[in-house]
């Protein structure tokens, strides 16, 4: 996210250094009234789900906007008032309507290209399977048959099947198009 002008006062922003914490820092602010444009990271929560009803199967989805065939862990933003747990709870059934049974930490991870950091759970779950307008369409894996991708959730799901006993298989994906 990327501001022009304040939003306390309307004031167009410049890069202004100024002295922090850590030392003097470079930042967009405001030459009027001293805002600052932290531009600190926004937290995505994310679930490896697996179906207590489908053999302990893993529901990956792919997201309508993306033009590749890619399957990903279901991710959404936390809001203002909820728990993570609460927010992921709320995620996995707007998203894929689902109840959770049961919801482990397993780690949280940084994803700076998009300037967010990722608090990824294992969310065991159940019930008929309907997707939100946002996803295309969902696969279920085996554990052996997931593989990985080299960014903030791939490297969660590479997690949890290291924790599983499993050796986690990367891909690589193709180059993102402009
Ligand atoms: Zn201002």
Redesign the pocket.
């Known amino acids: 996210m990327s501001y022009r002008y ?6 167009p ?1 410049q890069l202004l250094t100024r002295d922090e914490d850590g030392g003097p820092k470079e930042r967009m602010r ?6 600052t444009h932290w531009n600190n990271p926004t937290p995505v929560l994310a679930a490896v789900i697996e179906l207590a009803d489908r053999g302990g199967q893993i529901l990956l989805a792919r997201n309508a906007a993306w033009s590749g065939r890619m399957f990903a862990l279901i991710t959404g933003f936390m809001e203002a008032g909820e728990t993570p747990e609460e927010g992921i709870t709320r995620e996995v059934a707007e998203e894929t309507a689902l109840e959770v049974l049961s919801l482990d930490l397993i780690g949280v991870y940084d994803f700076q290209r998009m300037n967010q950091v990722i608090i990824a759970y294992h969310v065991v779950a159940h019930g008929e399977v309907s997707l939100s307008p946002e996803l295309a369409e969902y696969r279920l894996f085996a554990p052996d048959e997931l593989r990985c991708w080299r960014a903030g959730t791939g490297y969660a799901l590479a997690d949890w099947l290291t924790a599983r006993g499993h050796v986690p298989q990367f891909i690589d994906l193709p180059p993102r198009a402009a």
């Not at 304040?6 to 004031?11: L, N, Q, R, S």
């Open positions: 304040c939003p306390a006062c309307a004031t922003l405001c030459p009027a009234c001293d805002w």
